[in-house]
T-cell receptor
Framework: SAVISQKPSRDICQRGTSLTIQCQVD?????MFWYRQQPGQSLTLIAT?????????ESGFVIDKFPISRPNLTFSTLTVSNMSPEDSSIYLC???????????FGEGSWLTVV | AQSVSQHNHHVILSEAASLELGCNYS??????LFWYVQYPGQHLQLLLK??????LVKGIKGFEAEFIKSKFSFNLRKPSVQWSDTAEYFC?????????????FGTGTKLQVIP
């Protein structure tokens, strides 16, 4: 398994501000992802965090709104920029382990924008 | 692009009833398939997965799922549910495309088990 730590676990943010979420994994992983789970909905992939290069964003998500960093194989950050109430969601970091072919998830960061 | 359909959005069962949650995916190539569970207020946990071999896979807590390639299905089953199985269940498909892994989730099925 993989131990994934996300910070913050919860936050209440003011409209128009930005917040950076950190994801730390207990060992090196090839693939790291960021998902969003809006209230009552399923998980939507925001982007794949690539080590040493720009993240790969899914349709509907852009770098200006969700800049992502991945400086090494165990750490990534997701910033939610210029937040609006529609950004209120759980943001999840996940990693893919080649051994076991499994995706693991962090506990999520619950953001509320007021 | 792959997609995942979960047909049941909300299922209500009495304890000891049998459970089957449907999951169909669309993708023409090789896939890995997963079922995840999310208990109220908790994070996602892996129930079981399939990536090759025996199409009937057994997971934790008495759950199992059967991969039927011809039907593009990966239905989740449990012979006798318990109140503690009340949760949301997500089916997911992982595709390896050009060296990138991409996991797509279904919309989820909320299971409510009545004591």
């Amino acid at each position: 398994s993989a131990v994934i730590s996300q910070k913050p676990s919860r936050d209440i943010c003011q409209r128009g501000t930005s917040l950076t979420i950190q994801c730390q994994v207990d060992s090196q992983v090839t693939m790291m992802f960021w998902y969003r789970q809006q209230p009552g909905q399923s998980l939507t992939l925001i982007a794949t965090a690539n080590q040493g290069s720009e993240a790969t964003y899914e349709s509907g998500f852009v770098i200006d709104k969700f800049p992502i960093s991945r400086p090494n194989l165990t750490f990534s950050t997701l910033t939610v920029s210029n937040m609006s109430p529609e950004d209120s969601s759980i943001y999840l970091c996940s990693v893919y382990r080649d051994s076991g072919n499994t995706i693991y998830f962090g506990e999520g960061s619950w953001l509320t924008v007021v | 692009a792959q997609s995942v359909s979960q047909h049941n959005h909300h299922v209500i069962l009495s304890e000891a009833a049998s459970l089957e949650l449907g999951c169909n995916y669309s993708y023409g190539g090789t896939v890995n398939l997963f079922w995840y569970v999310q208990y109220p207020g908790q994070h996602l946990q892996l129930l079981l997965k399939y990536f090759s071999g025996d199409p009937l896979v057994k997971g934790i807590k008495g759950f199992e799922a059967e991969f039927i390639k011809s039907k593009f299905s990966f239905n989740l089953r449990k012979p006798s549910v318990q109140w503690s199985d009340t949760a949301e269940y997500f089916c997911a498909v992982n595709v390896n495309s050009g060296g990138y892994q991409k996991v797509t989730f279904g919309t989820g099925t909320k299971l409510q088990v009545i004591p």
